[in-house]
């Protein structure tokens, strides 16, 4: 059975196979998230160090960068050349004093951050690699979290040498955001720094539960694609919206990084890491989310979106405030589901092609699409999972998530994104496979003879060879 903890003292959740974190237990343990605040003994003192520096801010009416950055060399002092706050510095600079609500904002992230031994005092479980393990906690216990990871409290995460202790962790403390300054860096700020005026205020607190999900696919339930009956499952596709607006209520595909979040606290500014700057609590799963193995996927249950945002990469824009109106379930999650399924990256695109390299996309996308207990299990929002950073190929990959959501019996929204071309050739050889009843089955096997076409001719386009080749005898 899966172990699910719970952080948040409830009763409710007594009907379901759940496990409630000890109470005020401080667990200095390789199974659980080490916190700032533990009582470990060499812990203690480092804690002591950093609430009386979070406590003399907080207790300011107005706080700069400078005394930020400060307080945070103060508890990490073997950085202080290192880590640049220059990001920071634009930003709070440019902003002009009328707008420049971050003055105030400071203290006030200082005083969410000192909560944490009263908001979070039970153990935080680490969601390890080959174990199914889910974790529920609330999005206050998030916003006190993530006060921590701005103020780069977590200790035995600031390096990333291979042989540290979280080197198969992604990173959670926030210096990577505050220096080498960008313009990408100074909208990521902005959205950013919007999450926590909205969770510091009273008014505007979140109230619900989130749900970090770990699925872990065993060999057992790995299909077997090459005899795999199933005809394709309902198909729509849109050269319009995008997953995350349009896609709502759906399971929205993030194109994730195995190490979850990928560059959301650098200057990576794509799919994945928009989705994790304007949904801002996402982010807390990189403090115990262990990189993703081939056969695992997270699904995220119940994240709030708190901005609107224009453009992409290096035109990304924060756009301003946004208001989330999306329903809430019976545990008071918001019904947002997002599944991180990480694609594999091809710095030679011709290998995606070959046939372990389809099946373990295959099984990546079936392992998130299937479905799973306590899931209402609704369509799929997707797009070119896959296809920009880690260069695949858009009409393979649109083929590998069809199979698997045929596989797990779910219909599909395909968002291509602006991309017409995609959408008129996907929709002509859909429109064809669906009337022919083509299965999974067969599809893969002419995957299969599709392989060694495209290493011979590298130009040879996997639409057209399935026109063409559908009724050869070899793929029925
Ligand atoms: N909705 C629908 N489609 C989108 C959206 C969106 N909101 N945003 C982007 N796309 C489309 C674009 O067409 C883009 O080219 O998805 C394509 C692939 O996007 P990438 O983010 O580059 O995905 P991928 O190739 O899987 O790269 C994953 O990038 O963001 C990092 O952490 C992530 O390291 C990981 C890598």
Known sequence: DKRHTVLIDVDTFNSQRIFVSQKGRDLWHSDFVKMPCSQATHQKSRWDVISKKLKSLASKKTASVKDVEEAIIKYNPKYKDQWS??????????????????????????????????????????????????????????????????????????????????????????????????????????????????????????????????????????????????????????????????????????????????????????????LFVINPELIVARLFTEKLEDNECLIITGSQQFSYYSGFGDSFEWAGPYEDQSERDEWARRKTKILAIDAMNFRHSVDQYRMRHITRELNKAYCGFKGYDGHENPDIATGKWGCEAFNGDPQLKALIQLMAAAKAKRGLAFFTFGDENLKQRLQRIYDLMFAEGITVGTLYKLLRDFSPAKHCDSHVDLFDFIEKNRNSKSHL
């Open 85 to 274: 706050f220059d990001a920071l510095h634009t930003l709070y600079q440019n902003t002009p004093d009328t707008e420049n609500y971050y003055k105030t904002l400071f203290p006030k992230i200082a005083a969410l951050a000192l909560k944490l031994p009263s908001f979070v005092n039970k153990a935080i479980p680490l969601l390890r690699k080959g174990q199914s393990a889910a974790i529920t906690m609330s999005q206050v216990q998030i916003s006190c979290l993530l006060a921590n990871a701005f103020f780069c409290t977590f200790p035995h995460r600031n390096t990333s040498s291979p042989n540290a202790e979280y080197s198969g962790y992604p990173s959670i403390n926030f210096n990577s955001l505050f220096g080498n300054f960008s313009r990408r860096k100074i909208e990521k700020l902005r959205a950013i720094m919007h999450y926590f005026k909205e969770v510091t205020d009273e008014s505007t607190r979140p109230k619900g539960l989130v749900t970090f999900e770990r699925e872990c696919l065993s060999y057992t339930d790995m299909p077997t694609w090459e005899s795999c009956k199933a005809n394709l499952s309902k198909l729509h596709i849109t050269s319009e919206g995008q997953i995350e607006l349009e896609g709502k209520g759906m399971l929205q595909v993030d194109f994730a990084n195995s190490l979850i979040g990928g560059g959301v606290l650098g200057s990576g500014l794509l799919q994945e890491e928009i």
